[in-house]
């Protein structure tokens, strides 16, 4: 029997790519025809809800799929994970290390050692690593079952905020500079194994992950709050939004900071884009619950293809800038922002129509 779908968070995702095209996005705005600050901060600041969200949806499916009272067949449930996330993420990977090898040829790109540290690390391209941090979440599945488990028997909404606060103090930690030892930069697998924490440790994101399994086994505890509590969500939504924006403008204005440090500083991972994130959440969930049929037919099929445009949508960038600057002589300076960023996820959302039936195929093969 077949699992019945979650149209609230089924159409989250939607949500969710929009914003992580609009992250990506952001780092063009500076150079486009409109390098507004006030674009800059809805891309970069703004839709900074959006990676860890991703993380919320899949922490809610794989608890939701996979209930603690069942027994988890994990090999099972580890090669079907490989083959819908670790099989594409290996394929686009390759696409794109050929893709920047065209642009910038470099025969080291093709050497062994250099595709293993690209594949384990997620650094084939800049948006790759999320599947990295994804799929070791997979791995760890029974590890976080168990955490689980632990936290439901001493209190979970205790346990959540403890969990909470232990991964905002560990990105603070993290943070800061460090200097390594001469024996770690002497072996390369160690210094990168601590250089790119970010880029493969599930730590960072545990609790919104853990967050998403804790709604999955009582979703309507959750569904009552989004129910009781729209003026409040919206609320505490509004006023995190508005504190992301002050703090980019004081940094802007007042520190006369460049805006990447800003975003940088502001990020998902940080206190307010922490906070941000779990608003974000709540408050996006709650307007898709709240008016289902109008959230449907805008974002069902965008939905649907939401992985497909993930993986293409730094190509598409790249190639729509090539084609306008070589094909039509618009430089890309002469571009305004926000034509530019529907055209991305138009186009990438009618190449993802046209590829996912030979995707289809490919994944039933491996099934």
Known sequence: MSLQRNPVFDNLRAICMLGVIAIHAGSLVIDSGTP???IFMLFEILSRYSVPAFFFISGYGLFYSHPLEKELDYWRFLKKRLVSIGLPYLITSLFYIAYSNMIQPDPHNWELSSLVFKICFGTAFYHIYFLVILIWFYIFFPVWRYLMRFMEFCSLKYSLIVLALLQLHLYKASDHFWEYSEWIVAHDWIYNLCQYRLNYLPLFYLFVFMLGGAIARHYGIFKIFLTKHPYLITLAFLASATTNAGLFYRYTYKWGMEWEFSAN??????????????????????????????????LSRFSDRSFLIYLIHPFIMDALINQLQYRFGIMFNQVPMLPFYCAVVLIAFFLSELIHPIVHKIKNTFN
């Open 265 to 298: 500083t502001f990020q998902q991972l940080s206190l307010p884009g922490f906070v941000y994130t779990i608003t974000a959440i709540f408050f996006f969930s709650m307007v898709i619950d709240r008016w289902p049929e109008i959230s449907h037919k805008l």
């Open 36 to 38: 507004s600050e006030h």
